[in-house]
């Protein structure tokens, strides 16, 4: 593959972000994440009576611990309860508040209706191929993260800073 091809390609993942980004101002203390989180809540309480914090990882592809850290977030903004599970009071359950199901309404329901309509031109099959290579790019990068990492690490052009000994430094 041509390496300029590549280059467009990333450009379009940047300008996607964009797209993304462009919901509308979010209130203090609420992150795309956590609107995110909202939705997921919102789409697990449509199909089941309980929602746990295992099913909201499941479906975030998080971990238990950062998905209650974010959760913790949202109890604490007043979008979220969480509940003590009698069986076990381990386990908690989450459910949205009604401020919680009006951020859902608003920055999800609204607005994804919002940009379906200005994608209306597009036709599903393009949608689909969209989706389709941007989840297999993600599958191919996701198991060589580390080698990217590994290269971020390596040491570049030294300023002049980092070139003074310990000893100049003292004087």
Not at 1 to 23: G, P
Not at 62 to 80: D, E, F, H, M, Q
Not at 114 to 140: C, F, H, K, Q
Request: hydrophobic share 35%.
């Amino acid at each position: 593959m041509d390496i300029q091809l590549t280059k467009r390609f990333l450009l379009a993942c940047h300008t996607a972000r964009h797209i993304c980004e462009s919901m509308p101002e979010l209130p203090q203390g609420l992150t795309p994440r956590l609107v995110r989180i909202i939705d997921v809540i919102h789409q697990l309480q449509s199909q089941q009576d309980i929602v746990r914090v295992g099913d909201v990882s499941h479906l975030m592809n998080g971990t238990a611990p950062s998905i209650t850290r974010s959760l913790n977030k949202l109890t604490a903004l007043g979008y979220v309860k969480k509940i003590r599970q009698a069986s076990d009071r381990r386990v908690f359950s989450v459910q949205l508040t009604p401020s919680g199901n009006s951020i859902y309404k608003h920055y999800v329901y609204d607005f994804h209706h919002w940009l379906n309509e200005r994608l209306n031109g597009l036709s599903s099959e393009d949608m689909n191929t969209a989706i389709r290579v941007i989840d297999r790019v993600a599958a191919e990068i996701q198991p060589v993260k580390s080698i990217f990492t590994d290269f971020a690490e390596q040491p570049g052009p030294k300023d002049a800073s980092s070139t003074t000994s310990s000893k100049e430094k003292e004087s």
